[in-house]
């Protein structure tokens, strides 16, 4: 990698602290996923943006802003990437997944709020996010209470916070007010932007995030085949990726990774023995580079076919309807795609037990497990409603952790003992 430690000086970013986090990251990646055997080829492009996380990417955002170019950040698949794209936006997800930076963030907010607020509370705090300091506008949404309240306070410390209101219902007031939000959100980044959006815009921005989409499907498509030809670890890492790269890019590659994946289907050729127990998560989303889970089930015998989770299908599951006759009707199918995601924030959620069920049946899975993290009160709840649903039928274990590394060998027992039932 590049020295760039002016680049992240300028950026304001604690040298020190940041130095030792990327160490960190460099050899828990080199643990996790360079110790994987018989990764496909494709990866190694995955593997170069990882290594260049921190570097290349936001060299190419930085000079994307030097050319006139607003960069908004966001934490939450709600977000409709399509309008920051279409006024010439760089468009970044924000969400951490590593405990870097939580004495800071507990000085702000409660020791009991889940890991994924207390992470990009604590890498801004600690100085740690170099996305974070590129970012013009971050886009918080009222989903769930912990967001809704740290984004207020998110806002004091940053002073570039805009929120969407997300209703609580998907009754038609819910539909409306959504709406209304998306065509405010509009606004509010053509005013950024100073870029005012044409229908032309929209309709390019469209395919191009449906293109990125569409290559996230075909990807999970594959693992349906057993042997799995890609491990449910590079899938993830595939995912985590796309709210980051660059769109164009990422599908490109993705699309390759996936014809490599398509050979090794063909010739039966996969990372895992043919047989092998096939786990789905769903639950609480994985930001890279949370990755624990992942590697304890695929170090334990089992391989990850799917992530039911905002880091996987609930990502890219609805494509927007790209047929759009004039502004209106474009924001009109834009709200509409966005509230088809079924986040546990939303009551009832009964759409996302179905979306469990059929990915169950679609990728062959023998067993869920379902993860939430400590203090994610809607996805822990919800537990209780996907056990219900697949009670007698498929196999699942609940899971509540964080992202520290404290309860590694209590989980492992935990799920080499799920694994073993599967395979009984
Ligand atoms: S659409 S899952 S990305 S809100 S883990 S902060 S829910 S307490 S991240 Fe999410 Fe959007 Fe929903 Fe997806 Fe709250 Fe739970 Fe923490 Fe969460």
Redesign the pocket.
Known sequence: MSDYTKMWENLGLNLKAHSGLLSVLSDAYKDIYLSQKDRPKGMGYFDFVVSEIHGLRIEEIIKAKEEGKKVVGS????VPEELVLAANGVSIGL?AGADAGTEEAERFIPRNT?A??KAFMGFKLAGLCPYLETTDLIVG?T??D??KKAYEIFNDITKKVYVMELPNMKSEQGKKLWLEEVKKFKEKIEQLSGKKITIEDLRKSAALVNGKRKALKRLSRLRAFDPEPISGLDALLVNQVSFYDDPVRFTEMTNKLCDELQERVDKSVGVAPKGSPRLLISG??MAIPNWKLHFIAETSGSIVVGEES?VGE?NFRELLDENFTDMNDALEKIASRYLS?N???FSPNDERIENIRSLVDSLHADGVIHYS?Q?????MMEAYKVEKALENKTPILRIETDYSMGDMGQLKSRVESFIEMLKK
């Open positions: 934490f939450c698949v709600y969400c889940c994924l607020i949404e989903t769930c912990g967001k609480s989303p905002c609930r995601i986040c546990a924030c993290l203090f994610c009160t809607p996805y």
